[in-house]
């Protein structure tokens, strides 16, 4: 089911009445108390960001909330995310969960991670697709990429991605620091972040323990693995922003409102078609039954509505389509040198 | 659109429930917190409702109303979409009022 996300930017005070997130808005009071106080019930609510100084939110009201799986998610002073809360237990057989998770061997790490590239690249490919930029290359590169990435087919995309997807007058250059609207992605990535460090959990996971990224400084390894095939999908939101010529120089209200859109935006799977945060479950539930043993394929979702909007006018675009479209459904465990964990 | 007003549900609750008892008062009094529980709001006295994103959603809310019925008392229990509810018009008094908003996926505050 599809959460409500809740973000507070404004002065708030925060507590638990009958089992509802009772909201007090102070800066509200003049227009009486149906506007300054509300409820909402806890247990609707998935994520709650909040981005004020002058939050004051109770014991019992983050306790409940991360009984209900929420995540929260605190900003610094400069109104980027700084922290995020999850629950301890988020799933009935954890335990059993991440012993499986701490026992995955190296082989099966490397495939997940191989699945994980080949969906990015490919929805790296669709974006790219979809503003008319040749990705011919990048769908190749997808086709290449083996057991644990060895050749950095992931990077060498990237760079290509990077460097073609904003229009040519931007003179865009990716980086955590860069300039704007590398402040948009950010901000997009740390809410998507969140959402997938939420479905981990939900999926009795460990979102520290990554397959790919290892990194000791990050609380956040697996997460930021898995949220991979997603970042496509901010970036259409960025990109959008951009296309509209809004200006993007600073993080407003209008702005932030898209970025925050992304747990609803559709994503497609094979057979179905769900908001984001839905299709991200079936993602993490599937990569808990990859650890068991019990699958051997991540469930990631796949860009296939290029042409939805353009109208399919071009015949080589219908083929790289199908091509894209074959890529993700039986491309896998066919290279000889991957040995089978299980 | 995968939210849309055709899918989102409206339960409402509407009961009519002894008091002439100190006992039924205490049942009566009981039923109607654990609804607020539940996270229904009052819309008048005896009328409560609460939003469902998706028929899922409602269906969970409906089996523990059912679940919190007491022994005696009228309870109707009824879903209409956004999209009918929307269309309830609302008076104070003969003054026009304004129907309460459908919460959102995304809320800023």
């Not at chain 1, 990237?158 to 300039?179: H, Q």
């Not at chain 1, 979702?301 to 790289?320: C, Q």
């Not at chain 2, 609302?90 to 459908?102: I, N, Q, R, S």
Request: aromatic share 10%; proline share 5%.
């Amino acid at each position: 089911m599809i959460k409500r996300t809740l973000h507070f930017s404004n002065p708030a005070y925060l507590s638990l009445h009958q089992n509802q997130l009772a909201i007090d808005l102070p800066h509200l009071k003049s227009l009486g108390e149906k506007e300054s106080k509300k409820s909402i019930p806890i247990e609707d609510i998935g994520i709650i960001i909040l981005d004020n100084q002058q939050i004051t939110i109770t014991h019992g009201c983050i306790a409940a909330l991360l009984d209900n799986n929420a995540a929260i998610i605190t900003c610094n002073q400069s109104r980027h995310p700084t922290g995020m809360m999850l629950p301890i237990d988020g799933h009935n057989t954890q335990s059993e969960r991440f012993r499986y998770q701490i026992d995955a061997s190296q082989p099966l790490k490397k495939q997940l991670w191989q699945q994980t590239v080949q969906a990015k690249i490919l929805n790296q490919a669709a974006v790219l697709f979809n503003r008319n930029i040749a990705c011919e290359n990048m769908v190749y590169w997808a086709k290449s990429v083996r057991s644990g990435d060895p050749d950095n087919y992931e990077g060498r995309a990237a760079a290509y991605y990077w460097k073609n997807v904003f229009p040519k007058k931007l003179d865009f250059f990716r980086g955590r620091e860069g300039d704007p609207p590398n402040n948009l992605l950010n901000y997009g990535y740390a809410i998507l972040r969140a959402i997938v460090a939420r479905g981990l959990v939900c999926s009795g996971l460990l979102p520290t323990l990554g397959i790919h990224h290892r990194n000791k400084y990050n609380a956040y390894c697996l997460a930021d693995d898995i949220m991979e095939p997603y970042r496509p999908y901010v970036d259409e939101i960025v990109l959008g922003i951009i296309d509209r010529g809004e200006n993007f120089l600073e993080l407003g209200t209008s702005i932030k409102t898209q970025l925050l859109g992304i747990a609803t935006v559709d994503v497609q799977f094979e057979k179905s078609t769900s908001p984001l945060m839905v299709g991200l479950q079936s993602t993490t539930s599937s990569l808990a039954k990859c650890y068991e043993g019990t699958i051997r394929r991540i469930t990631y979702p796949i860009m296939t509505n290029f042409d939805n909007k353009r109208g399919s006018t071009y015949k080589d675009k219908e083929v790289l389509k199908s091509i894209l479209i074959n890529e993700i459904t039986e491309s896998g465990f066919t290279k000889p040198e991957d040995e089978l964990p299980f | 659109m995968r939210l849309n007003e055709y899918r989102i549900l409206w339960i409402l609750v509407f009961f009519d429930l002894p008091t002439e008892t100190k006992k039924e008062r205490s049942v009566a009094a009981k039923f109607r917190k654990e609804v607020l529980r539940d996270g229904f709001a009052m819309f008048q006295f005896s009328i409560y409702l609460r939003h469902c994103s998706s028929r899922e959603n409602a269906d969970v809310h409906i089996k523990r109303v059912k679940k919190l019925l007491p022994e005696k008392g009228h309870v109707g229990i009824m879903t209409v979409t956004d999209k009918q509810f929307g269309m309830m018009e609302l008076f104070y008094g003969k003054k026009e009022k304004e129907l309460p908003d459908t919460p959102q996926q995304l809320e800023l505050f």
